[in-house]
Nanobody, 128 residues
Framework: QVQLVESGGGSVQAGGSLRLSCVVTGYTFSNICVGWFRQAPGKEREGIANFYTGGGIPYYADSVKGRFTISQDNAKNTLYLQMSSLEPEDTAMYYC?????????????????????WGQGTQVTVSS
């Protein structure tokens, strides 16, 4: 059974940093497509990044490019999202999702409907 569990959210002031974690089980972690998404109250779920754990370059949406960075730890089956220079507009529930043993690293993989498995989310609140 595939499971994703996010952690690391919290409250931070504008300009601060947070690191989110996503533990993935049930997949061979070394070759899966994982996406990061966020959803603010009253807004649609937004894809912000995707990454193929088997190698390649992460893809970032323009809204986070240059501020957010993905990394991985295969030994821990964990993907990280390092968020820096946070802004109040980054306030949202953040989710990681997996779409299988497939390659991804492009804008078209920011679409939530492409992902089959989702974590429960972790809240990030940025105050001004």
């Amino acid at each position: 059974q595939v499971q994703l569990v996010e952690s690391g959210g919290g409250s931070v002031q504008a300009g601060g940093s947070l690191r989110l974690s996503c533990v993935v089980t049930g997949y061979t972690f070394s070759n899966i497509c994982v996406g990061w998404f966020r959803q603010a109250p009253g807004k649609e779920r937004e894809g912000i990044a995707n990454f193929y754990t088997g190698g390649g370059i992460p893809y970032y949406a323009d809204s986070v490019k240059g501020r957010f960075t993905i990394s991985q730890d295969n030994a821990k089956n964990t993907l990280y999202l390092q968020m820096s220079s946070l802004e109040p507009e980054d306030t949202a529930m953040y989710y990681c999702a997996a779409r299988g043993n497939l390659f991804c690293s492009a804008a078209r993989f920011l679409t939530p409907s492409l992902y089959m498995y989702w974590g429960q989310g972790t809240q990030v609140t940025v105050s001004s």
